[in-house]
């Protein structure tokens, strides 16, 4: 069965030091693999995506994600954290042969100025 | 352009009642999703409608639930003597495309707030 999992229920950073959000998944086929983001009273919005190609996929608002096949793992990252990325962030996956995605919990990311 | 709209944006309503939330996605959109988000949770597929195909219902959680998408546009939700477990957010989504399209990404609406008392 499909799964994701987000370790995390929060992830407390400084401004400007770099951050990681962990992401880690299981499914049967070829992982398609998202990240979106929900900011306080807004709705869900599309950070970036990994289907084939470079494990490094870039994203919206200075986001950047790594597929590890190994650890079957998509970790979210950027390398300078500003306040107002505080959100809460949800990892995703499906395989090939599904159009459903299957989302992780969520994971809450506070960054203290 | 404008974005997928959803409504009410909250709903109070009293155990046993029945609700409607509504959906508009966005224009030419003919894939919509239909989820729930409860607190501290993920989102909760519960159903998919794919241009005039049969809509793929397998995530409602009970016969209470139902749903319909008219002119292949707007969505209806339909929640029947509601109960305390079904209070949460319930989003809905569209993408341009339906299965051939299952790696674009999902626009949301700001979701409706489902209060039961």
């Known amino acids: 069965a499909q799964s994701v999992a987000q370790p995390e229920d929060q992830v407390n950073v400084a401004e400007g030091n770099p951050l990681t959000v962990k992401c880690t998944y299981s499914v049967s086929g070829n992982p398609y693999l998202f990240w979106y983001v929900q900011y306080p009273n807004r709705g869900l919005q599309f950070l970036l995506k990994y289907i084939t190609g470079d494990n490094l996929v870039k994203g919206s608002y200075g986001f950047e994600a790594e597929f590890n096949k190994s650890q079957t793992s998509f970790h979210l990252k950027k390398p300078s954290a500003l306040v107002s990325d505080s959100a809460l962030y949800f990892c995703?996956?499906?395989?090939?042969?599904?159009?459903?995605?299957?989302w992780g919990a969520g994971t809450k990311l506070i960054i203290k100025p | 352009g404008a974005g997928v709209s959803q409504s009410p944006s909250n709903k109070v309503t009293e155990k046993g009642k029945d609700v409607e939330l509504r959906c508009d996605p966005i224009s030419g959109h003919t894939a919509l999703y239909w989820y729930r988000q409860s607190l501290g949770q993920g989102l909760e597929f519960l159903i998919y409608f794919q241009g005039n195909s049969a809509p793929d219902k397998s995530g409602l959680p009970s016969d209470r639930f139902s749903a319909e998408r008219t002119g292949g546009s707007v969505s209806t939700l339909t929640i029947q003597r509601t109960q305390q477990e079904d209070s949460a957010v319930y989003l809905c989504a569209s993408t341009p495309r339906g299965v051939a399209g299952g790696l674009d990404e999902q626009f949301f609406g700001p979701g409706t707030r489902l209060t039961v008392l």
């Open positions: 995703a996956v499906r395989d090939g042969s599904n159009y459903q995605l299957i």
